[in-house]
């Protein structure tokens, strides 16, 4: 048996950077420029107005749905899409047969020296504190979950930041479309000022759609697709706490493991 709390070498937790999400935007907006190139001048596609009715104009509106801190913090989790940590739900769930085994052969409070391994898992660490502490299990599932809850919820409220504003951004690039138009028609007898008119017009469609569809609605689906695989592991830790702390067999244990595991990570520990 491997040492209490300890980690398959190639399980083992490690901040790496995600290349799809980096691949993704560059490759996106590394083709959209290349269309502006080969089609013609990229600064065309510069318009001082525009950026300031769509970006500020989208930021204004998201502060006003939204408190500072909300904003902020969803700033402090787009990090997460790019640099993240990695945590296989198997390997998780192999960690916690690890330390439930501990736990039936040496008793509960062996675990007690485990708990400097756990730091790196402070979801898991939390749990078989209590347990050692003494806490039922019903008690430390209770917790746990409410924890867990609270996670998911505080991680949807960031995604939804990004989905707003994504329904934000093309709004505000139609609101500059009118007022191009507006501005276009209102100095028609002046044709110097058609052109600046009717490309704040047009560029601020651009920019909203771009940023909507390429930028915060891929990036609020990666932080829902993260958080939906943060929520497994964290699961699987609140699952084998409990039972720890309820002294179950271990086999038991794995079973209901498995049962929430997705069949391709399904683990056979005790076979």
């Not at 400097?116 to 746990?144: C, H, Q, R, Y």
């Not at 998911?152 to 009118?178: D, N």
Request: charged share 20%; net charge neutral; aromatic share 6%.
């Amino acid at each position: 048996m491997a040492d209490i709390g300890s980690r398959p070498e190639n399980g083992r937790s490690r901040i790496v950077i995600d290349m799809a999400t980096v691949l993704g935007l560059l490759s996106g907006f590394g083709l959209v420029g290349t269309a502006l190139f080969i089609g013609g001048s990229p600064l065309s596609f510069v318009d001082l107005p525009a950026i300031l009715i769509v970006f500020g104009g989208t930021c204004a509106i998201v502060l006003t749905c939204f408190s500072m801190d909300e904003v902020l913090h969803t700033w402090r989790v787009l990090l997460k899409t790019i640099v993240f940590s990695v945590q296989d739900p198997a390997e998780a769930a192999i960690r916690v047969l690890q330390v439930a085994e501990a736990a039936r052969r040496q008793g509960v409070l062996s675990l007690q020296s485990a708990l400097p391994a756990l730091e790196d898992e402070p979801f898991l660490l939390k749990g078989i504190s209590m347990v050692v502490d003494g806490t039922p299990g019903e008690e430390v599932e209770a917790i746990l979950r409410r924890d867990l809850n609270a996670t998911v919820q505080r991680h949807a409220k960031s995604s939804g930041v990004l989905r707003k504003a994504a329904e934000f951004f093309p709004a505000m690039g139609l609101i500059g479309t009118l007022i191009g138009l507006v501005q276009m028609l209102g100095r028609l007898d002046d044709p110097s000022t058609i052109g600046p008119s009717m490309a704040t017009a047009l560029i601020t469609t651009f920019y909203g759609a771009v940023m909507a569809n390429m930028v915060c609605l891929p990036l609020a689906t990666k932080l829902e697709r993260n958080s939906a695989q943060e929520a497994l592991v964290n699961h699987l830790y609140m699952m084998g706490a409990a039972s720890i702390g309820r002294q179950e067999n271990p086999r038991r244990l794995e079973m209901l493991l498995n049962s929430i595991l997705p069949p391709a990570k399904r683990i056979r520990y005790f076979d």
